[in-house]
């Protein structure tokens, strides 16, 4: 095969921070080449060095055999490099179709035109949308896929694509890959980022492995131990440690005939008849395609929107919460599917994000006790092994894995009965995920409740006691642990699209 990319000796540095030291890597025509490693093993900045994103670096760059400066996006794309980014780089305001065209209007633009190239990309990638919707309308695997369309757009002769199903459901994800051997076929190259492992055997021909900023080492075979020990440096334990057992105390919440109208402005799912319970110790998952009401479920729980019908009751008493604070009063935690847009000041350091929800634990004679304050999110962030520097290291400059951390520092420290979690191990490495994994085991033991909803189907079969799934808004399906398989959930999961067809 052709080479059509090589990245040779590759260096960067930020300040205290050597992210990559002397990294090669080379990717064939028609090539799909894994890159793994964990969160800070230098993937992404790798990557953002061949998208142009990162003008000052070391080393050399060839396309195609030739040397390529590549010191902006647009000498990227004027090279044929494409990246779809793990944090979306989309702007809400704008139209779908104004979005995937950003950056290469003509002096006159054809509307239509546009239009009707957008419309035929979402199409591709079995998208129904509008190019005229507003993204900020999107839910987060939506805007997943029209990044991809965006890429797509280009005349790519490599692709980078940065953990492009951690938002999507099996069903979209499918698509994706279909996309993905057309365009190879056609002879694009792929560079494709993942954590997820058991995507590599369908998906990849080669992996190459990043650790603490340099080359570990490439395999075309997929073992996943083997990879796993290349990427963190060791052998990794049990990845879902939940024991069987019934661990489960009284019953913490009831949700009865709970009904949530849909919004049409922010693409919001309606909840039609909601039963469900979560008893102390339990782990109840929540699974269900793109769209099927998943987050609309936790956030109506967590007060974000308000209930038409229905009854909810916490601790065996009436739980109406009207705002997130009052649930946060009354022991609820939510840990939201977008960790950026959702739940962090990314501006902002560890200690602030960490204490923002608790605050009111340290206050003194109307002040903050920063001593008070340092010592709890210091225990915390210890018990959760986050990587930082420091307390005050700005958390928007921490992997995506130590992000999540510091999310749940930051609910842990209100001292939550009841935990929801929305894609908890979205974007984050195999190391970081097993401790999440052992993390909610740990909650259960303590008597906890945990909500969970996930588009990871092995993930919601290991960790939960019960899954329910969802479809268009109702509860199709309730599976105890033991009893659910992958393809009775994917059934549950398209039941009432069956029935409309």
């Known amino acids: 095969m052709t080479t059509v990319l090589a990245m040779r000796a590759i260096g960067k540095s930020f300040p205290g921070v050597r992210a990559l030291d002397g990294v090669s890597i080379t990717v064939a025509e028609g090539e799909v080449v894994a890159l793994l490693g964990e969160n800070g093993a230098g993937k992404s900045t790798l990557m953002n060095i061949l998208a142009g994103v990162f003008k000052d670096y070391e080393g050399e760059i060839e396309i195609g055999g030739e040397v390529a400066h590549i010191h902006s996006p647009k000498d990227a794309r004027r ?116 954590h997820r492992l058991e995507e590599l055997q369908e998906i990849a021909d080669r992996v190459v492995v990043l650790r603490d900023g340099q080359y570990i080492g490439e395999r075309t075979g997929i073992n996943r131990d083997e990879l796993i020990q290349m990427m963190v440096g060791r052998p990794l334990g049990e990845m879902f440690p939940r024991a069987d057992g019934d661990t489960e105390g ?20 309606a909840l039609r008849d909601i039963s469900l319970t979560v008893r102390s110790g339990e782990i109840v998952g929540v699974a269900g395609l793109m769209g099927a009401g ?41 840990v939201a599917e977008d960790r950026k847009a959702q739940s962090l000041v990314l501006g902002n350091s ?47 400059n921490l992997s995506g894995g130590n992000q999540q951390k510091v999310v749940l520092a930051k609910w842990l420290l209100t001292a939550p009965s009841l935990i929801l979690m929305d894609e908890p191990t979205r974007g984050i490495d195999v190391g970081a995920k097993a401790e999440i994994h052992a993390l909610m085991s740990s909650l259960a033991a303590e008597g906890k409740g945990v909500l969970v909803a996930s588009s990871e189907l092995p993930e919601l079969l290991a960790m939960c006691d019960r899954i329910l799934v969802l479809c268009e808004g109702r509860i199709t399906a309730e599976f105890p642990r033991g009893q659910a398989t992958q393809e009775a959930i994917l059934e549950a999961a398209m039941a009432r699209q069956q029935e409309t067809m």
């Open 350 to 396: 560890v200690a602030f994000n960490a204490s923002l929800s608790s605050l009111g634990r340290y206050l003194r004679f109307w002040t903050v006790d920063r001593r008070r304050e340092g010592t709890a999110v210091e225990q915390q962030v210890r018990a959760l092994r986050v990587k930082t520097p420091g307390l005050r290291f700005t958390v928007g």
């Open 250 to 269: 009284e019953e913490l919440l009831r949700v009865e005939g709970l009904c949530v109208p849909g919004d049409r402005d922010t693409g919001r799912t």
């Open 294 to 334: 998943r987050s609309e479920l936790l956030e109506s729980i967590f007060g974000a929107h308000r209930p038409s019908a229905g009854a909810i009751s916490l601790h065996g008493a009436p739980y109406r919460p009207r705002s997130p604070k009052q649930a946060i009063d009354r022991g609820v935690a939510l």
């Open 79 to 194: 090279h044929g490099i494409a990246m779809i980014h793990q944090e979306l780089n989309l702007v809400p305001e704008l139209s779908v179709a104004d979005n995937i065209f950003l950056g290469r209007e003509r002096a006159i633009l054809d509307r239509g035109a546009t239009e009707a190239r957008t419309a035929e990309l979402l199409r591709g990638l079995g998208l129904d949308l509008s190019p005229g919707t507003l993204v900020k309308q999107c839910k987060i695997a939506e805007r997943q896929l029209i990044e991809v369309a965006k890429a797509l757009s280009q005349n790519v002769r490599v692709l980078v694509m940065d953990e492009p199903t951690s938002a999507l459901a099996d069903a979209e994800v499918r698509r994706l890959y279909e996309v993905i051997r057309d365009l190879t076929g056609r002879g694009v190259a792929v560079i494709y980022i993942s």
